[in-house]
Nanobody
Framework: QVQLVESGGGLVQPGGSLRLSCALS????????IAWFRQAPGKEREGISS????????YYADSIKGRFTISRDNAKNTVYLQMNNLKPEDTAVYYC?????????????????WGQGTQVTVST
């Protein structure tokens, strides 16, 4: 059974940092693309970063480029999203998702598997 479980969200002040984790199980994720999405209240879901399970190539949306870093730990079957210099507009529910095939720079190809989401709130 494919599972993706996010953790690491919380409340942080502007300029602060958080690291989100996505624990993967039930599939050989080296043949998958893993991505992070977020959805703010009243807004559409936005794809922000992805990593190719085979090559490790990473992709970032312009909105978070230079502040967020996606990475993986093969031994722990976990993908991370390190978020630095957080801004109030980063407040959202963050989801990790997976689909077979290579990752790419857009998020048009639908993702098949989703985690339950973790809330990130950036506020004073």
């Amino acid at each position: 059974q494919v599972q993706l479980v996010e953790s690491g969200g919380g409340l942080v002040q502007p300029g602060g940092s958080l690291r989100l984790s996505c624990a993967l199980s039930g599939f050989t994720w080296h043949f998958y693309a893993i991505a992070w999405f977020r959805q703010a209240p009243g807004k559409e879901r936005e794809g922000i970063s992805s990593i190719d399970g085979s090559s490790g190539t990473t992709y970032y949306a312009d909105s978070i480029k230079g502040r967020f870093t996606i990475s993986r730990d093969n031994a722990k079957n976990t993908v991370y999203l390190q978020m630095n210099n957080l801004k109030p507009e980063d407040t959202a529910v963050y989801y990790c998702a997976g689909r077979p095939g290579p990752a790419n720079s857009d998020f048009v190809v639908p993702y098949d598997y989703w985690g339950q989401g973790t809330q990130v709130t950036v506020s004073t």
